[in-house]
C-alpha cells in the first residue's frame, strides 16, 4: 500500500520539504527513515524524541562496525571468515517530557496540533506539536535537529517548550547505548535486514559527567573500534539541571522548573562524536577520545549556518526541475537530498547501500555505489567521487590477497565489506559477482573521463584498471572455439547463479580489459597488453540466433519460464522460495543484460537494445530496487516513453511509498541515484565516455520540461529540455539558483586536470549525432518526436503475462 503519494491530506506536497502534517500510528519506522539526517559520515534517523512513540531510533557513523566469526555449516576453502555489522553509536535524540505530572507522548497523550517536516533547503528536521494535558495547560513543544557539515562528527538538537498557563517540567535529556538493547533480530526472516550481536558490542572506556556536561568514550568487543562523545547542554532559563547521571547504557541530564505563560523554555543539546582518534596504545585513550571529542563540540547555531550554507551551494547545482509535476518534483528533490545526505561528508570511505539512514545490509558497501552513485557524484561534485576510488583503491592490498584466496591474479574487490575484507557469507550471490571489478573500473575511467583528473589517471585509476584487467584475464580461458570465456560467475540478477558467460560480467570484463589496454604504463609489459587486447576482442557473448537476442548467459535460454500466476503475497522471490527454485526459471531480479546495453551503450545497434529489453522487461520482477530505474532508463531510449515514465515512477516513490516493505531499514541510497540517472540518462538521453557528451532526449509528453546541470571537465553545464527542443550553455556563476524557485554543488578541492580550463571555455558536445559547440550563450538544437517502435516479434510464443500484471504482482 502506498504511504506518501496515497495521503496528500497527512503528507501535503511542497517542493522543498517532506511534510507529515497528521499523526497516525503504525508506520513509525518508515518515516524514522524517511526523516533522517546525515552528512555521509554521521547520521540520525527521524525518530521523535520519545521512546515511546520511537520504533527503530538509531544514530550511526559511517564504517563504524564490529566484527564476528562466520559460522558456515559447512565448510570450504576461500569462504568468507569474517562478519562486519554497521554498529549503532550511542543515541542522543532521547528527551523525556513531563508537564504537570504527565509524560508526554503521541502514544499516551492527547495531541491538538501536530506538524512534522525535513527541509531540503537547510537540512533541518523540525516537529511541532501542540499537546492537550490532562491539568488543562496547552502545551506546545518544538524539536529541530541538524548534522554539521564541515563539523561532520556534529550533532545539534533543540527543544523548546511553550504553554498558555504556569506548568510545571520536568525534562530529562538521554543519551541511551542502543547497540545493546534487547531486540528482535529480524535478519532471520529477511537477509535485507541488519542481524544483531550475541554478546555485548561497546565497552566503556570513559565515563565521565557533572554539570550538564556528558564525557564518554566506548570500544567495540571484536574490531576494537574506538568511539568517543561529547554532550553539553544549554537552557534559556537560569540554574543548573537538577541531576547528571553517568551509565554504560545510559546517561541523563534532568532539568526541573516553572515555564510561566507565554514563555518559552529553550533547550539545545549540543553533541559531538570522534571514532579511533586515541593511540591504541595510549594509557587512558578513553579519556583522549572523549577529550578529542569536546574539541568538536559547536553550538547549534553554527551547525545551523553550516546546514543553509551547504545547501545553498550544493541546489544551486545538483538541482533537477520538472515542469508541471509538483508530486514529482518532490519526490526528486527528497531523492536528491538523500543523495547528498549519504556523500557530502563521507570523506575517504565508501557509501553504504543505505547511507547513514539505517543499519540495513549491515552498512556494507557493494557495486551500487560506483554503478548508482557515481554517475551522480561524478557530475554533482567530482571531489567526492574521488574519494569513494580512493577508498577502494585503499582496498587493493586485501583484494590482492583475496585474489590468490580465489586463484585469480590482480585484485579481486569483495562483494560486500566495510573493512576491505569479504563479508558475503554466501557465495553464489557474493564472491561469484566477479563483476564488481568491472564496476570499479568503470567508475574510474568516467571519473577521469568527465573530470581531466590526471593525476588520478596516472596513479590510482591505472593501478584499478590494471589490477582488476589481470583479474579478468586469468580468471577466463581461451576455449576450442577461439573465444575468451568467464565462467562460473553471478552476474546482477541474482535468481540466476554461478553461470558460464553472464553477458553482463563478459561485457563489462570487456570493457575493463580494453581500457586497460589503452593505458601507457610503465608496468604492463607489451605481452600483457597483447592478452588484454585479444581476451576483450574475442569475448564471448551468448546470442540466440533463433530468438535474436542476445542471452543472460549460456543456458538461460533453456531453462522453464516462471509461473507468472504466482500470487502477490509470494513476492520477493528471494524470500518465498528456495533459490534453487528460483535458478532454474527464467525469471530476473532485476536488469542484467538491459543494464550492460546501457552501460556500453555504444556496443549494440538500436534494434538489439529493443529487442533484449522486449524479452528481459516482463520477465524482470523488480524484486530488486536496483531494477525500475535501468529498465526505465531503456525503456526510454527504446522509444516507449509510457513504460519509461511507469519505471521511473515506481523508482521515484520505492522508499517513499514503502513499496518493498523494507524502508524501515534505511533508504536506498543506489535507487536515488538511479533517480538522478533516470532524469539524466533516461530523459535526457546522457551518454559518456564516447568522443564528447552525448544527448538524445526523450522528455515525456506529461512534462512541461526538465533542466539540470552537470559538472564537467572544470565547468558547469546548464541542459533545459523542453517539448521539441533542448537549449545547453556553460554557466559563468556557479553559484546562480538554476531557476527563480530553487533554494540556492558542493564545492570540492580543485581537480589537477589535464591542462589549465576557464569555466567558460567552450565545450564540444554532441546532440543525436549532431556536434554541438557550447558557450555561456544558450545554444538551442531542435528535435523530432521520437517513433514509438513497434513491439518486437520472437518466433516462438513467450509464456509470460507481460508488463502490467508484474508490476501488480511485485511487492
Not at 150 to 172: F, K, N, P, Q, Y
Not at 410 to 427: H, V
Not at 509 to 524: G, I, Q, S, T
Request: net charge negative.
Amino acid at each position: 500500500m502506498a504511504l506518501i503519494s496515497s495521503d496528500r491530506l497527512r503528507f501535503p506536497c511542497e517542493p522543498w520539504k517532506l511534510v507529515e502534517s497528521i499523526h497516525v500510528p503504525g508506520d513509525a519506522g518508515t518515516l524514522e527513515t524517511l526523516f533522517s539526517l546525515g552528512n555521509g559520515h554521521l547520521g540520525i534517523r527521524g525518530a521523535h524524541w520519545a521512546g515511546a512513540d520511537a520504533e527503530l531510533p538509531g544514530t550511526f557513523i559511517n564504517g563504524f562496525h564490529e566484527t564476528w566469526d562466520i559460522k558456515h555449516a559447512e565448510n570450504a576453502y576461500g569462504f568468507a571468515r569474517t562478519g562486519q555489522r554497521i554498529v549503532y553509536v550511542p543515541d542522543a535524540n532521547n528527551f523525556n517530557v513531563v508537564v504537570d505530572g504527565e509524560q508526554l507522548s503521541l502514544a499516551e497523550s492527547a495531541v491538538q496540533n501536530y506538524r512534522r517536516t525535513i527541509d531540503f533547503a537547510t537540512g533541518v528536521y523540525e516537529c511541532t506539536i501542540t499537546w492537550e494535558c490532562r491539568s488543562g495547560a496547552t502545551v506546545t513543544t518544538v524539536e529541530r535537529r541538524a548534522v554539521g557539515i564541515e563539523s561532520r562528527g556534529a550533532l545539534g538538537i533543540e527543544l523548546s517548550l511553550t504553554a498558555d498557563r504556569l506548568v510545571s517540567a520536568d525534562i530529562t535529556s538521554l543519551v541511551i547505548n542502543r547497540q545493546d538493547q534487547p531486540v528482535e533480530d529480524h535478519s532471520a526472516h529477511d537477509p535485507r535486514r541488519s542481524g544483531r550481536h550475541a554478546g555485548r558490542v561497546l565497552l566503556p572506556l570513559h565515563l565521565q559527567g557533572s554539570d550538564g556536561s556528558l564525557r564518554l568514550a566506548w570500544e567495540t568487543a571484536e574490531s576494537r573500534q574506538r568511539i568517543g562523545m561529547a554532550v553539553d547542554h544549554w537552557i534559556s532559563a537560569e540554574g543548573q539541571p537538577f541531576e547528571t547521571v553517568v551509565g554504560e547504557d545510559e546517561s541523563s541530564v534532568r532539568y526541573v522548573m516553572a515555564v510561566n505563560e507565554g514563555e518559552t523554555f529553550r533547550l539545545e543539546k549540543s553533541v559531538s562524536y570522534v571514532v579511533n582518534s586515541a593511540d591504541a596504545n595510549a594509557e587512558e585513550p578513553g579519556e583522549i577520545l572523549a577529550s578529542d571529542a569536546e574539541l568538536g563540540l559547536v553550538p547549534f547555531s553554527t551547525i545551523l549556518a553550516e546546514g543553509a550554507g551547504h545547501y545553498r551551494d550544493y541546489w544551486s547545482s545538483a538541482d533537477i526541475v520538472i515542469g508541471g509535476q509538483p508530486e514529482q518534483q518532490q519526490a526528486v528533490r527528497w531523492s536528491l537530498f538523500q543523495l547528498a545526505q549519504a556523500t557530502a561528508r563521507a570523506g575517504v570511505a565508501g557509501i553504504p547501500a543505505k547511507g547513514v539512514s539505517g543499519s540495513g545490509y549491515e552498512g556494507h558497501y557493494f557495486w551500487d555505489q560506483e554503478v548508482y552513485l557515481l554517475p551522480y557524484l561524478t557530475y554533482t561534485n567530482p571531489g567526492a567521487a574521488r574519494q569513494v576510488l580512493e577508498s577502494r583503491h585503499a582496498m587493493l592490498p586485501d583484494a590482492r590477497i583475496r585474489a590468490k584466496e580465489l586463484s585469480v591474479d590482480g585484485a579481486l574487490f569483495p562483494w560486500r565489506t566495510i573493512n576491505g575484507l569479504e563479508a558475503s557469507a554466501y557465495y553464489a550471490a557474493g564472491t561469484a559477482q566477479f563483476h564488481i571489478a568491472a564496476a570499479i573500473s568503470f567508475a574510474a575511467n568516467r571519473y577521469q573521463w568527465a573530470s581531466g583528473d590526471a593525476s588520478f589517471r596516472a596513479e590510482l585509476g591505472a593501478d584499478l584498471l590494471i589490477e582488476t584487467a589481470r583479474m579478468w584475464a586469468s580468471l577466463g580461458f581461451f576455449g576450442k572455439d577461439g573465444m575468451f570465456h568467464i565462467h562460473g560467475v553471478t552476474g546482477p540478477d541474482e535468481y540466476t547463479a554461478v553461470v558460464n558467460d553472464n553477458l553482463y560480467t563478459n561485457v563489462m570484463a570487456r570493457f575493463n580489459l580494453r581500457a586497460a589496454a589503452a593505458l601507457e604504463h610503465p608496468d604492463v609489459p607489451e605481452t600483457e597488453r597483447m592478452v588484454w587486447h585479444q581476451a576483450a576482442e574475442r569475448m564471448s557473448l551468448p546470442y540466440d540466433p533463433h530468438m535474436e537476442i542476445y542471452s543472460q548467459d549460456n543456458d538461460f535460454m533453456t531453462l522453464e519460464p516462471w509461473d507468472w500466476s504466482t500470487p502477490r503475497s509470494k513476492y520477493p522471490l528471494l524470500l518465498n522460495f528456495h533459490p534453487l527454485v528460483i535458478y532454474r526459471h527464467q525469471v530476473l531480479k532485476q536488469a542484467d543484460t538491459v543494464l550492460a546495453m546501457f552501460l556500453q551503450w555504444q556496443d549494440f545497434t538500436a534494434e538489439e537494445k529493443q529487442r533484449a529489453f522486449d524479452f528481459y522487461d516482463p520477465i524482470t520482477t523488480g524484486d530488486s530496487t536496483l531494477s525500475a530505474c535501468v529498465q526505465g532508463i531503456m525503456a526510454a531510449e527504446v522509444g516507449y516513453s509510457d513504460v519509461a515514465l511507469q519505471h521511473f515512477t515506481e523508482a521515484l516513490f520505492i522508499d517513499l511509498d514503502n513499496t518493498h516493505n523494507n524502508t524501515v531499514d534505511g533508504v536506498h541510497i543506489a535507487s536515488t541515484g538511479g533517480i538522478w540517472s533516470s532524469l539524466v540518462s533516461g530523459f535526457a538521453g546522457m551518454r559518456d565516455q564516447g568522443q564528447v557528451l552525448h544527448f538524445d532526449p526523450r522528455l515525456p509528453a506529461e512534462w512541461d520540461s526538465l533542466s539540470f546541470r552537470l559538472t564537467i571537465r572544470g565547468r558547469l553545464l546548464s541542459v533545459e529540455l523542453r517539448p521539441g527542443t533542448i537549449s545547453l550553455a556553460l554557466v559563468a556563476d556557479a553559484r546562480s539558483a538554476p531557476d527563480a524557485g530553487a533554494a540556492p554543488l558542493e564545492v570540492t578541492p580543485p581537480l589537477e586536470v589535464s591542462a589549465p580550463l576557464e569555466v567558460t571555455a567552450p565545450l564540444e558536445l554532441s546532440v543525436r549525432g549532431e556536434r554541438v559547440v557550447v558557450g555561456v550563450e544558450p545554444v538551442t538544437v531542435p528535435l523530432d518526436a521520437v517513433p514509438v517502435p513497434a513491439p518486437s516479434v520472437f518466433p516462438s510464443l513467450f509464456p509470460t503475462a507481460g508488463l502490467p500484471v508484474i508490476g501488480s504482482a511485485r511487492v
